[in-house]
């Protein structure tokens, strides 16, 4: 499919999001693992997590939905059954990974598979920690998907220092070590997503974190139980981001997103947003479980920035929505840091150099980043053009994309859409409902 896109109206009304997309795997692994029945609300229905549901059902758990309630029937830490074929894990990242941490500790053996883009992301960043647990994984592809993972006995603790700022390589470490003996500690520099560590209390896991000179320890005392527990899973920041984006850069604009995620190591976008001078405000913030709160965003006159390297691991996924709001910025804005984007869906990096190039938009390239040079402070963004972008079949690329071309008289096509279905299947039905024009046209 392709997304047909016409200029938008400003973006107005008031929008929910659909549920978080790490929040939602998390739920499915946790409240599969736990002993007795536990409720999920607000689960994400997208294919990345679907995959994830789908892979419990396949090792015997049951599942039952009600509207917007799943009831999870969990078997324990050692109930899984062996699933009768491949794993397959679609697009997914985040089920591969924390799901390697999972099968790494079971009495059987599995083989997990994925699509064209997953079969080519790095597994050696899980495979390494995994294995100095005792976990017996292997790839058929020199570090990279189908993975065979063989069954164990019980997995070592660790004690380990994560070499890249990721919360999927901690989250499947976190995973293996419920079934570890003794303390695992897992060292963080940078603060990760930590969405497992909070899913886990949650669920009655005894974890500490400790804020040390350079860092974070996590630290888990293993084997560990899991209780059964009901989640409410608030909207997802990552997907608000798109219609955040819209609200900021087309004129007459003023959208209000209600119950967003607003945990503090997902939301660095919005800081890095104020900073270029929007116009954002966090309203009925609550704090239970996640935090959440609504978002009142307005058409803001944007500048560029040169954005805090820290920030960066904070704001990996709204990357592609960030460049574009560079581009539309007066100014220059500059990216460092950010070279794990090339090991995302796409290669982040180049896929987004390739859809600012067809808009006409001035950049430099780096193997970290990019510096993006918006209009100048007297002329608007006319020099732009819409026309036809390529997504790579990434599903942030795309939706980036789309927002980007609403902004142009000429009308656009962005190419290879089916993936937004991985991560935010109603955002056609959303752009509609706040007054943007894109439509699906099948790809011939
Ligand atoms: C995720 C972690 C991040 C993020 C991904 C989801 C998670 O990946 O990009 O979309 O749910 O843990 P990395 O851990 O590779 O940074």
């Keep these: 499919m392709n997304f047909k896109v016409k200029k938008g109206k400003g973006v107005r009304g008031e929008i929910t999001i659909p549920g978080d997309k790490s929040i939602s795997h998390r739920s499915i692994m946790c409240s599969s693992l736990a002993e007795g029945k536990s409720k999920i609300y607000g689960f994400l ?35 899984l059954k062996e699933p009768k074929k491949e794993i397959n894990l679609g697009n997914s990242g985040t089920s591969i990974r924390l799901l390697s941490g999972i099968l790494s500790a079971q009495k059987f053996s599995s083989t997990l598979i994925g699509d064209e883009s997953l079969s080519s992301r ?3 960043r899980i495979i390494e920690p995994l294995s100095l647990m005792g976990a017996n994984i292997k790839s058929q592809n020199s570090g990279r998907p189908p993975l065979e993972i063989g069954k164990s006995d019980m997995l070592n603790s660790i004690n380990y220092d994560l070499p890249i700022a990721s919360a999927q390589v901690k989250s499947s470490i976190l995973f293996a070590s419920l079934y570890s003996e003794g303390k695992t500690i897992v060292r963080e520099k940078q603060t990760t997503r930590n969405h497992t560590e909070i899913m886990f ?11 040390t000179d350079d860092g974070k320890n996590i630290e888990m005392l293993s084997p560990s139980r899991l209780k ?10 990552s997907s608000a981001a798109f219609f955040i984006l819209a609200a900021l850069i087309i004129p007459n604009s003023n959208l209000t997103i209600k119950n967003v995620g607003m945990n503090e190591t997902r939301i660095a976008l919005l800081n890095a947003f104020q900073e270029m001078g929007a116009e954002i405000d966090i309203i009925n913030k609550t704090r239970e479980f996640e935090p959440r709160a609504d978002l009142k965003v307005k058409f803001s006159k944007l500048k560029g920035i040169n954005l805090d390297t820290k920030l960066v691991p904070n704001l990996i996924d709204e990357l592609p929505a960030f460049f574009v709001a560079a581009a ?8 460092r840091d950010a070279e794990e984007l090339r090991h995302k869906e796409s290669d982040r990096l180049e896929a987004m150099g390739d859809v600012l190039k067809s808009l006409g938009v001035d950049f430099n390239m780096y193997q970290d980043g990019m510096d993006i040079n918006g209009f100048d402070n007297n002329n608007t963004f006319s020099s732009y053009t819409g026309g036809k972008i390529e997504s790579f079949g990434d599903h ?20 290879n859409t089916d993936n937004v279905n991985t991560s935010f299947p109603t955002f056609l039905t959303i752009a509609d409902q706040v007054g943007l024009n894109i439509s699906l046209e099948e790809s011939s």
């Design 396 to 415: 942030r690329i795309a939706m980036s994309s789309a927002i980007a071309c609403s902004l142009f008289d000429q009308e656009s096509l962005v190419l």
């Design 45 to 79: 229905e997208g294919e990345d997590c679907l995959a994830t549901k789908l892979a419990f059902q396949d090792m015997g758990i049951n599942f039952e939905t009600n509207n917007d309630e799943i009831v999870v029937h969990g078997s324990g830490l050692y109930g």
């Design 228 to 237: 059964s527990t009901e989640i409410d899973i608030p909207g997802d920041f």
């Design 201 to 211: 209390k949650q669920f009655g896991v005894p974890l500490s974190i400790q804020d």
């Design 122 to 124: 790095p597994m050696n």
């Design 328 to 335: 539309m910025s007066s100014g220059s804005t500059a990216v």
